[in-house]
């Protein structure tokens, strides 16, 4: 009777009839009172949420202190019902390391000893029924410490889900490595490593070379290998993209072609997210998208904005933060509007429903309401590192440094391996000109994001730099760097730290469109040191750049922080970089006219090439349209400029040679002063000039043609 019934109920658990499935289960339970029928009654109503019903059961018959598998069971229901100390008395607070010590190849090495022994044995014709019985015996033996290991590793991820939720995360961290030692196979713990950011990158790859993938046993020993190289590679794609990017690529590329999971949706956001750290958004956002469309059925409904409905509901929680902040970088608002609206309405228990909705409010610069839902998002799942990064940014988008700095240093207690918190701590305190602060932070995210020793002094950080050609990390931290060495006047090692930076970005295959403002950075710490023929290229590259490539990223990247764009106006001698931790960004009319201003600035320095300056400072009028910060600064300067070419085309009428006064250029680089003041600098060295506006008038009419040309020129190669 017990063997039918037991048939009976996995039949309706199969069948998802877990009414039934408990209601027979009791009754086998009943006739046979054995424990496993317990535990599997436990099980069941584990897996129907009945939390209280499945402990009273495993403690009605003491099963928690007598079985490994009951006890993993009864703390798994407390911390369900979030009674975290209850779960951790079950477990314990100290893990069993001895077992990962416990060797893996020693049992196979023991099981083939065994059975060279039993074939010997046969061979010489010898007790061979009793053998096979032992050799029985000693498998079973292994498939029950096989059985012990698994619920070992189960009940240390149990416990770094108590320690984590005490905001012990040191030891959860602990915890969780301790559970893939003992069990490779323990994802769970794995995951919750990676999605947490517990460890930086160079420690991710570190860990996983550690792992005994050969402990993986499966049915057929032949596959055994593969089996373990194949779970390498699913763990490699886990890893941060700034690791080690060429085993990364390696691993996907493996599974893609060699395995058939090229449109597998997990490896499809590996290369999505790996696409967005290059700021290649675009071509990250079809990949997001095609995944979200990958359930819809155009066919299964009448109503068109019902498979829209279903298309962005059930996938993975990895992929709605990526999708968002793509949709943040590409500027597709109404996207953002209609998918924050259809979460809301079917999902709005998911802490990932009140990410969109924040992104949305910041994508369109109501800050209050975007911080209202990225808190809401964090009080939901308080492991969510875009909320809390989204959080942060809606203060520093107000300039509200000390709320920003408070919110990020919280973040960086949460996610202790990320680098993005403690680069946009040193962005925050570059911005209040706390120079020892930034550079520390800005050191801890360097240290964090590229796995090198930090150092304390700038010559060992300059060496380990510029001497070291397999860098990696994140080129966004060597700018933020090489702005304070900027700020510091430490020019010969912050155009090395911008240099540096593009060959990261170029060797990580980098959108180099997005890094526009790190090689104007770079030309005008060039431009300082008197470099003007490099500085004017780079500013050339520049706007080859910005007008070829795609849409410049803005200034805030929900997930991963803050894009690479500087200050670039020039408000001083010492202007062009600025922390790129402003609250306002740069769009393309903005930047594309900033650049022009800053090549009139060069070339007026360089001297004889007063024209060229002034068609580069008439187009950045013409570009910015006199907007206060931008066109003003360009507006005096192609004043200035035009005054000192017609006194240039003046001598030239005269026969005299052309020449830039010394006080004139002066007055020119050291920034905008008073338009009178420019006047009397020029009268003092010739008075003709100034008495023949006729020639600024037939200037002014040349340069309008030209700059027309240019203009056009340049807003078709936008478009």
């Not at 309706?12 to 408990?22: E, F, H, M, T």
Request: aromatic share 8%; net charge negative; glycine share 8%.
């Amino acid at each position: 009777m017990d063997k039918y019934l037991r048939t009976w109920r996995q039949d309706a658990l199969n069948k998802g009839q877990n009414d039934a499935a408990i209601y027979i289960g009791d009754k086998v339970l009943a006739l046979t009172n054995n424990d496993s029928d317990a535990f599997w009654l436990a099980q069941v109503h584990f897996g129907n949420n009945n939390f209280t019903r499945a402990l009273a059961l495993l403690s009605r018959k003491d099963l928690v202190s007598r079985s490994l598998s009951c006890r993993y069971l009864a703390a798994h229901c407390y911390i369900k019902q979030g009674r975290y100390d209850q779960a951790l008395a079950i477990l314990g607070e100290d893990n069993p390391t001895h077992l990962i010590t416990t060797s893996h190849n020693a049992r196979r090495k023991l099981a083939h000893i065994n059975g060279h022994v039993q074939r010997n044995v046969t061979h010489r014709g010898g007790r061979a029924p009793r053998d096979r019985i032992e050799l029985s015996e000693e498998r079973e033996r292994d498939r029950d410490s096989e059985k012990e290991l698994k619920f070992q590793a189960g009940m240390c991820h149990l416990r770094g889900l108590c320690f984590a939720k005490r905001n012990a995360f040191d030891r959860a961290r602990e915890c969780y490595k301790d559970a893939v030692r003992i069990d490779v196979q323990c994802f769970e713990a794995f995951d919750q490593l990676m999605k947490n950011s517990m460890m930086s990158p160079a420690e991710e790859l570190a860990f996983l070379e550690e792992l005994d993938f050969d402990s993986i046993r499966i049915d057929d020993a032949s596959l055994a290998q593969e089996a373990a190289h194949f779970i390498k590679l699913l763990y490699t794609t886990r890893l941060s993209k700034y690791s080690s990017p060429a085993t990364l690529a390696n691993a996907t590329e493996t599974l893609s072609t060699h395995y058939n999971l090229a449109s597998n949706p997990d490896l499809l956001l590996t290369r999505a997210e790996t696409l967005y750290t290059q700021c290649r958004f675009y071509e990250a956002l079809a990949i997001t998208t095609s995944i979200l469309n990958s359930q819809a059925n155009p066919n299964s409904s009448l109503d068109g904005s019902s498979s829209s409905t279903n298309a962005s509901l059930g996938h993975s929680p990895r992929l709605y933060p990526l999708h968002l902040a793509l949709l943040f970088e590409t500027g597709s608002h109404n996207t953002l509007f209609h998918l924050s609206h259809t979460l809301s309405t079917h999902a709005p228990h998911e802490s990932y429903t009140y990410l969109a909705i924040g992104t949305y409010y910041l994508s369109t610069f109501r800050i209050a309401e975007a911080r209202r839902f990225f808190s809401k998002a964090s009080l939901m799942d308080p492991h969510s590192a875009p909320a809390w990064i989204g959080f942060a940014h809606t203060f520093a988008a107000e300039g509200e440094h000390d709320q920003a700095i408070a919110a990020y240093s919280t973040a960086a207690r949460l996610f202790q391996g990320s680098h993005l918190p403690q680069l946009f701590l040193g962005m925050q305190h570059l911005a209040l000109n706390n120079m020892q602060l930034a550079w520390e932070y800005c050191l801890a995210a360097f240290e964090k994001s590229s796995g090198a020793i930090k150092s304390g002094t700038e010559e060992d950080f300059g060496n380990k730099i510029f001497n070291n050609s397999n860098l990696g990390g994140d080129p966004l931290v060597l700018n933020e760097i090489g702005v304070i060495l900027y700020h510091q006047s430490n020019l010969p090692a912050a155009a090395k730290l911008f240099h540096k930076a593009l060959e990261l970005a170029a060797e990580l295959g980098c959108n180099m469109t997005a890094w526009v403002a790190t090689r104007a950075n770079l030309a005008h710490s060039l431009r300082r040191l008197g470099r003007f023929e490099e500085s004017l290229a780079e500013f050339d590259e520049c706007l080859r750049t910005a007008t070829g490539g795609s849409a410049p990223a803005s200034a805030f990247e929900p997930g991963r922080g803050m894009a690479a764009f500087a200050n670039l106006s020039l408000n001083s001698t010492s202007a062009g970089v600025s922390p790129s931790g402003a609250a306002s960004g740069y769009d393309e009319r903005n930047l594309i006219g900033s650049i022009h201003t800053s090549r009139g600035l060069v070339l007026l320095s360089m001297g004889g090439r007063t024209r060229d300056a002034v068609m580069a400072l008439h187009e950045a009028v013409r570009v910015l349209g006199g907007d206060a910060g931008g066109g003003g600064v360009a507006g005096t300067l192609l004043t200035r400029a035009m005054e000192y070419w017609a006194l240039e085309e003046d001598m030239d009428l005269d026969g005299q040679e052309p020449a830039m006064p010394r006080e004139a250029m002066m007055a020119i680089t050291g920034g905008v002063r008073s338009k009178r003041k420019g006047k009397e600098a020029v009268s003092g060295r010739s008075n003709t000039t100034m008495n023949q506006p006729s020639n600024e008038r037939l200037l002014e009419r040349r340069l309008d043609g030209d700059a027309d040309d240019i203009l056009d020129a340049a807003l078709g190669a936008m478009r």
